[in-house]
């Protein structure tokens, strides 16, 4: 049972335009909600998270709007550049004993070009 | 430091037979994590091992099962291989402590291609 919907599949955006990606949840048990950004032929590479404590988080040109009511969030991109193309995956967990959280569970992924 | 690496990158396999795939964490970190990437269920959790003890398990047979050593070395082992096991084995390491934002580093995997 997928536990995480990431929307859109894939997107194209113009140099300098704002790139959305969105997520929804459904266990309200998740408490690390972490976006990872992949390329092809590499591992993913943590890109910004957040904890349900807060409502936004921002980070150089990246940032993460969170809606625990909604159990939604998402990740923005402000002025796009060619080489933000790659794969973008949302991604939840929850503390388990020993309080780490090594079991992600992810979205489907975005891939996302970004046209010069 | 050094990242997170997987051996070996690359490896043919033919259905029945077990493959064995290694991952060297980060320098302290305790915590390894194991993810299959594949085109149509994307990343699904394995198992993660800290410590040398399974402290969690993702919804795989038990044909894939793994293990942690003292040096925090992990491997993972599938038997009997199907077709269906082609794909990007990914392994995570983090320092597994419990501190407020405990990251995950991937290695950049090992592509498993079954015939």
């Known amino acids: 049972q997928q536990q995480v919907k990431q929307s859109p599949q894939s997107l194209i955006v113009q140099k300098g335009g704002i790139s959305i990606i969105n997520c929804a949840y459904e266990?309200?048990?998740?408490?690390?909600f972490p976006w990872y950004q992949q390329f092809p032929g590499k591992g993913p590479a943590l890109l910004i998270a957040?904890?349900?404590?807060?409502s936004e988080k921002k980070e150089g040109r990246f940032t993460i709007s969170f809606n625990k009511s909604a159990k939604q969030f998402s990740l923005h991109i402000m002025d796009s550049q060619p080489g933000d193309s790659a794969t973008y995956f949302c991604a939840a967990s929850m503390r388990h004993y020993g309080g780490s959280q090594g079991n992600l569970i992810f979205g489907k992924g975005t891939k996302l070009s970004v046209k010069p | 430091k050094a990242g997170v690496t997987q051996t070996p990158r690359y490896l043919i396999k033919t259905r029945g037979q077990q493959v064995t795939l290694s991952c060297s964490p980060i320098?302290?970190?305790?915590?390894v994590s194991w993810y299959q990437q594949t085109p149509g269920q994307g990343l699904q959790f394995l198992f993660e091992y800290f410590s040398e003890t399974q402290r969690n398990k993702g919804n795989f047979p038990g044909r894939f099962s793994g293990r942690q050593f003292s040096n925090s070395r992990s491997e993972m082992n599938v038997s009997t291989l199907e077709l269906g096991d082609s794909a990007l084995y990914l392994c995570a390491s983090m320092e597994g402590v419990g501190t407020r934002f405990d990251e995950q580093f991937f290695g950049p995997g090992t592509r498993l291609t079954v015939l």
């Open positions: 957040i904890r349900p404590d807060v």
């Open positions: 266990n309200t048990a998740f408490d690390y």
């Open positions: 320098s302290g970190h305790r915590s």
